[in-house]
């Protein structure tokens, strides 16, 4: 066990470099996937190390439920432990779980509320708000709350919701590609990527370069499917600007994962570039291949040794334990 349970800690500084080089220059599908799976298993073994620290480093405190086996000298020798960072691991494992539940609360929260205000309108996949404010999201979830789904007979997943003041600044074209890109979003999951990178920012913030990554690349995952759709770029850029300008400072009334937009000059700079090549995994002599390769070797070394260090802990305190 010994420092390698501090291991996965402190990997995830390395994920700024990885986030940049991933979101430049690897398709905006694999990179969404890549850096969501990165920062979900290093969130968790982070997670488990700071379990971890709590069980050893607290052992011998007086008052503590743990038998007292668990406190014998052959114990405390066969499982190197330091009463300060277990001490500090208590209330920092504390808040990451209140933060994570506080905010899955919010996000189921929010959910609900956008529902309700839109209970009112008809069950389509698609619903027209007459609002001045410009603005529009996907809202991953069926309408009326999934049951529209099943009267109109398909598998919407979700609900695009769009207000007039958005659409009379858009001609035919560009209508076509915002909802293809809304539409994006509910067929691939993003809420799903960026709900898991919010998480785990919250369990490590030594994360928020991939969380701030994913979210710029969903995006220009939901922009290469639109523009594949609508067949031209220009007009998914065109859309992407206009409705930029419309909604400049108006606040987007679904907040969190399902609000994510990215920096809009560089999604438009893209759409004017070439079509980004679709490839599973860099080739190694890359310098993106590198930095996929390293990423992957990172979060398998962060996940063996949080299990080596758990299993470790769990043999010997089991075997102190009395029957």
């Avoid at 709590?54 to 432990?81: C, F, H, I, K, M």
Wanted: a positive charge; glycine letters at 8%; one cysteine or more.
């Amino acid at each position: 066990m010994g420092v390698f349970v501090f291991l996965p800690l402190v990997l995830p500084l390395s994920a700024w470099p990885i986030a940049r080089l991933a979101e430049q220059h690897l398709h905006p599908r694999t990179a969404t996937r890549l850096l969501t799976a990165v920062a979900g298993v290093c969130a968790l073994c982070s997670t488990l190390c700071l379990a971890l620290l709590v069980v050893v480093g607290t052992a011998q405190l007086p008052g503590n439920p743990l038998p007292d086996g668990w406190s014998d000298p052959e114990v405390r020798e066969a499982v190197p432990y330091d009463e300060v960072a277990g001490k500090t691991a208590i209330p920092a494992l504390l808040g990451v779980l209140v933060a994570c539940l506080r905010a899955l609360w919010r996000d189921r929260r929010t959910r609900r509320r956008a529902v309700r205000a839109l209970a009112g309108l008809r069950p389509t996949s698609v619903a027209v708000l007459p609002d001045p404010v410009p603005y529009a999201y996907a809202l991953p979830v069926g309408p009326a709350g999934g049951r529209g789904c099943r009267r109109l007979g398909t598998r919407c997943g979700g609900r695009i919701v769009v207000t007039t003041g958005m659409l009379s600044g858009l001609a035919p074209a560009e209508r076509r590609a915002l909802f293809a890109h809304e539409r994006a979003h509910l067929t691939g999951r993003h809420h799903r990527y960026l709900l898991v990178v919010r998480l785990a920012e919250l369990a490590n913030p030594a994360l928020r370069p991939l969380r701030s990554a994913v979210g710029y690349t969903s995006e220009r995952w939901a922009d290469e499917e639109a523009a594949a759709t609508v067949g031209s770029r220009r007009v998914v850029a065109r859309a992407i600007g206009k409705a930029a300008l419309t909604s400049r400072g108006v606040p987007v009334p679904v907040p969190g994962p399902a609000a994510a937009v990215g920096p809009v000059p560089r999604r438009v700079a893209a759409l004017l570039g070439p079509t980004p090549a679709v490839r599973s995994w860099p080739p190694l002599s890359t310098t993106v291949g590198l930095a996929t390769w390293c990423a992957a070797a990172g979060t398998t070394a962060s996940a063996l040794s949080s299990a080596n260090s758990a299993v470790t802990l769990f043999l010997i305190l089991k075997a102190a334990t009395p029957l």
